[in-house]
């Protein structure tokens, strides 16, 4: 696997969902989840949920990368985190 930016930055962007489904799956697997999803935008805890996922998801990836010495996809995984951060930042205004 080569070195580069964009194989840090999909598994950066896609990991957070898949820690959302697998909270969903082991916690509310008796719920659908289009009514988990529901439910949580209209607790407005949308944004909380995925600031979790990004957290354990990304914070796993960038030292996965960084132990297989991948720079340049940890770097992508950082970037994923920053373009995050600003979602998260300019929804909120």
Not at 13 to 16: G, N, R, T, V
């Given at each position: 696997m080569k070195d580069r930016l964009l194989y840090g930055?999909?598994?950066g962007?896609?990991?957070?969902f898949i820690i959302i489904l697998l909270f969903w799956l082991f916690r509310f697997h008796d719920l659908p989840l289009s009514q988990f999803i529901h439910q949580a935008i209209a607790l407005k805890v949308q944004f909380k949920l995925i600031s979790v996922g990004v957290f354990f998801a990304d914070l796993g990836l960038f030292y996965l990368f960084l132990h297989l010495n991948k720079n340049n996809a940890s770097k992508g995984v950082i970037l994923a985190v920053l373009i995050y951060f600003f979602l998260f930042l300019f929804s909120s205004l």
């Open positions: 930055l999909f598994p962007l896609s990991a957070p």
